[in-house]
């Protein structure tokens, strides 16, 4: 990161910013938001879903909570924004961690490390990547881009609710068929 600057954040300015603009309706709406960069600050979310800062784990679920709403994604960046200010952070894979799911009828609706429902479906893709020694590593897509790891126990859960269609084996959900691996590889 060399030729970025570090700078400081002021958490309790960057609370009361948002705070101040959520007023309980939601997510604050980044996607409107386009301060000027900042630069970068010592801010890192590890492959669990582990917030740091300056190499402490941020330990207060509500703050993890309160970042973790005003985290944007931009041309393969992540950044905390507010309305004023818009600083870099370093994320190890995805920035959150889907930790649970449920079946809702015909629905899968998993849940967060930081609390986010999220129904997979058209809008929300689960999509899988193998790494060369042939580990799947699966991911929700949650919003604006930004998406969760499915950890293990969640991931091996889908697997057994999962089904094959038109040659390939997978999940369905909100009406559409979310496709891991071609059915023919599981039968080697």
């Known amino acids: 990161m060399s030729g970025q600057n570090i700078v400081k954040p002021d958490p309790e300015g960057i609370a009361a910013s948002i705070n101040a603009t959520k007023k309980g309706r939601g997510l604050p709406p980044v996607q409107l938001w386009n301060p000027p960069f900042c630069g970068d600050i010592d801010m890192r979310i590890a492959r669990d879903g582990t917030w740091f ?34 600083v870099g952070i370093t994320v190890d894979d995805a920035p959150f961690v889907a930790v649970d799911f449920e079946q809702n009828g015909a629905d899968i609706v998993f849940e967060t490390q930081v609390g986010d429902s999220v129904t997979v479906g058209p809008e929300n893709a689960v999509r899988i990547e193998f790494a060369e020694d042939g580990e799947p590593s699966p991911y929700l897509h949650v919003r604006a881009g930004l998406e969760a790891l499915i950890d293990r126990k969640s991931f091996y859960r889908l697997v057994e609710v999962g089904a094959h269609h038109e040659g390939m084996f997978g999940i369905w959900s909100d009406g559409a068929f979310f496709p891991f691996v071609e059915s023919a590889a599981l039968q080697e």
């Open 53 to 86: 800062y300056e190499g402490s784990k941020i330990t207060r679920p509500s703050l993890v909570g309160l970042f973790s709403s005003i985290l944007k994604l931009e041309d393969g960046k992540f950044f905390l924004v507010t309305p004023v200010e818009k």
